[in-house]
């Protein structure tokens, strides 16, 4: 029997690591790996749409490319509104590309307008903690731990950050995130270039996106959180299908 080839592209690591190293040399030799993996396998897998039309951009020529986004374990059921004082949360590092600048910018302006709170958590607490601590943001805690604690403390939240940068490696992802936000009924914060998700995130109404009008993001806050028990089911319904 023949030897199958199959290459499950979970990145694009050319674009990835010239965007951290700036390598021409680099960028050249695993685009080339790359181009030789999407060339030679017999099945090619990937985790959006959004990348498999880039793949066959990049790569001159179309093929069967099966897409298995990243996802979930499980999908938490909730039904309970906004508490009075609203919860934010971010989950993640502090790598320019997760743009946390922008989310303690966004922060500042929701503490001036709503109700709220804010749980970080993160890998670097220490790192994250110098980061916020002379901003001026009041009512936030930050923590760290394992997934099984991460899940925990999302079914306790509204709303979460997931912004992301235009850049070609953000716009093919699918970040785990997204679905461990959805999964329990906590509604994402978002810009438009988070692989298929910005897509999905606008068509099936799961969350909020951000294309840098703050006054509109404020508003759209109030609206949603009025709403948000219909948000979390259709959240609900949408992560289900995905596991």
Not at 168 to 194: A, D
């Amino acid at each position: 029997n023949k030897l199958e080839i199959l290459y499950d592209f979970r990145g694009f690591a050319a674009f990835e690591n010239f965007y951290n190293k700036r390598n021409y040399i680099n960028f050249v030799l695993l685009f080339s790996l790359e181009f030789l993996a999407y060339i030679f396998s017999d099945k090619v897998q990937c985790v959006s749409e959004n990348m498999k039309q880039e793949l066959e951009k990049k790569f001159f020529f179309k093929k069967k490319i099966d897409i298995i986004p990243c996802l979930a374990h499980q999908s938490y059921k909730r039904i309970d509104s906004c508490p009075l004082k609203i919860r934010f949360v971010y989950v993640g590092g502090v790598a320019k590309w997760q743009m946390l600048d922008l989310i303690l910018k966004i922060s500042l302006q929701i503490q001036k307008q709503i109700l709220c709170e804010f749980t970080f958590i993160s890998n670097n607490p220490s790192v994250l903690e110098n980061r916020i601590k002379d901003t001026g943001l009041l009512n936030f805690k930050i923590l760290s731990g394992d997934n099984d604690f991460v899940q925990t403390i999302l079914k306790e939240q509204d709303f979460g950050f997931l912004l992301r940068e235009n850049l070609l490696f953000n716009r093919i992802s699918s970040p785990i995130k997204f679905l461990e936000y959805t999964s329990n009924g906590v509604v994402p914060i978002m810009t438009q270039y988070v692989g298929d998700y910005s897509n999905d995130i606008e068509k099936y109404k799961l969350g909020i996106v951000f294309k840098g009008n703050m006054f509109k993001l404020i508003d759209d806050l109030k609206l949603v959180s009025s709403k948000i028990v219909e948000f979390r089911q259709r959240n609900y319904r949408y992560s289900s299908k995905l596991l």
